[in-house]
């Protein structure tokens, strides 16, 4: 039985943004598939002078153009959603997508996979009406500590991290929970070597190979075994799951320990990893 299909709204200014980044790979087979629904939503339609006029400029003076709060309201309240002081967000939720908001990570995209109704508000522009952040909005979200024209990129890019999180949206249920930032546990699970008679490529590899445990991925290769004169680790052709395993951990380790060494503190770690981290930190 098919699960029940989140919806996704976005108000925009600009429509016409998103005739592309939802029609391809995961994320237009689940659209095409019923797991996933998107309705754009075209700001300019509920404004209510003929120039559909949806900014005005800031009080206070200062630069650029402000969105309006009263079409934001409408566009909204036009969707049937529940005002924000009697709104149960476990089943819908208002996000403002805005420069100013709270940072999007993978934890926040596995909140909002449970919700069943999201609407995006794309900001654009100087920015937004701070009634609508306190008055419609539940969440304020950015995706990152950089500025971008508008809400539309944030917006494509949290439909497409929370629909992967869906039930069928991905051919491998197990691909989100061994990824970046997935918060699965890390404590392993003992795997044999290749039994004798069988070579490396007779069996898949067990799931268990690595978790993330909140960590980076670690790094993937593929055919073929040399290029250019850079060969795959022999120890991802051994046949030997345990030592892959560790080989992964330890290289998902390094990874998150040289680019994004921020994750160690709320990573699930062992104390095998404690003492790779350290023997890393030391140049050992």
Same mark, same amino acid.
């Given at each position: 039985?098919?699960?029940?299909?989140?919806?996704?709204?976005?108000?925009?200014v600009?429509?016409?943004?998103f005739?592309? =980044? #939802? !029609?391809? &790979?995961v994320?237009?087979?689940?659209?095409? @598939?019923?797991?996933v %629904?998107?309705s754009?939503?075209?700001?300019?339609?509920?404004?209510?002078d003929?120039?559909?006029?949806?900014d005005?400029? =800031? #009080? !206070?003076? &200062?630069?650029?153009?402000?969105?309006?709060? @009263?079409?934001?309201? %409408?566009?909204?309240?036009?969707?049937?959603?529940?005002a924000?002081?009697?709104?149960?967000?476990?089943?819908?939720?208002?996000v403002?997508?805005?420069?100013?908001?709270?940072?999007?990570?993978?934890?926040?995209?596995?909140e909002?996979?449970?919700?069943?109704?999201?609407?995006?508000?794309?900001?654009?522009?100087?920015?937004?009406?701070?009634?609508?952040?306190?008055?419609?909005?539940?969440?304020?979200?950015?995706?990152?500590?950089?500025?971008?024209?508008?809400g539309?990129?944030?917006a494509?890019?949290?439909?497409?991290?929370?629909?992967?999180?869906?039930?069928?949206?991905?051919?491998?249920?197990?691909?989100?929970?061994?990824?970046?930032?997935?918060?699965?546990?890390?404590?392993?699970?003992?795997?044999?070597?290749?039994?004798?008679?069988?070579?490396?490529?007779d069996?898949?590899?067990?799931?268990?190979?690595?978790?993330?445990?909140?960590?980076?991925?670690?790094?993937?290769y593929?055919?073929?075994?040399?290029?250019?004169?850079?060969?795959?680790?022999?120890v991802?052709?051994?046949?030997?799951?345990?030592d892959?395993?560790?080989?992964?951990?330890?290289?998902?380790?390094?990874?998150t320990?040289?680019?994004?060494?921020?994750?160690?503190?709320?990573?699930?770690l062992?104390?095998?990893?404690?003492?790779?981290?350290?023997?890393?930190?030391?140049?050992?």
């Open positions: 039985m098919t699960a029940k299909a989140i919806q996704f709204d976005i108000v925009t600009f429509p016409q943004f005739e592309g =980044p #939802f !029609g391809f &790979g994320l237009g087979r689940a659209i095409d @598939e019923g797991r %629904r998107v754009i939503h075209n700001l300019r339609n509920f404004t209510t003929r120039h559909k006029t949806v005005d400029r =800031p #009080f !206070g003076g &200062g630069e650029g153009m402000v969105l309006k709060p @009263e079409p934001m309201f %409408r566009a909204v309240e036009s969707l049937g959603i529940t924000k002081d009697a709104r149960d967000t476990t089943r819908e939720r208002v403002l997508l805005s420069a100013q908001g709270k940072p999007f990570t993978q934890a926040i995209a596995r909002l996979a449970q919700v069943e109704r999201i609407v995006f508000l794309c900001g654009r522009y100087e920015g937004v009406d701070e009634r609508v952040n306190d008055l419609l909005a539940d969440t304020e979200l950015s995706i990152g500590d950089y500025v971008i024209s508008g539309e990129l944030a494509a890019v949290i439909v497409d991290a929370v629909s992967r999180l869906l039930p069928g949206v991905l051919g491998n249920e197990d691909s989100a929970r061994y990824e970046s930032f997935a918060a699965e546990s890390s404590a392993p699970v003992r795997v044999s070597t290749t039994p004798e008679g069988e070579t490396p490529g069996r898949p590899p067990p799931r268990s190979t690595c978790d993330s445990g909140g960590l980076l991925d670690y790094p993937h593929t055919r073929p075994p040399e290029f250019r004169g850079a060969e795959v680790p022999a991802l052709s051994s046949g030997n799951h345990e892959i395993r560790r080989w992964r951990r330890r290289q998902s380790l390094a990874k320990l040289q680019n994004r060494p921020d994750l160690l503190a709320d990573a699930s062992t104390e095998e990893d404690r003492a790779v981290l350290e023997e890393m930190r030391h140049g050992k």
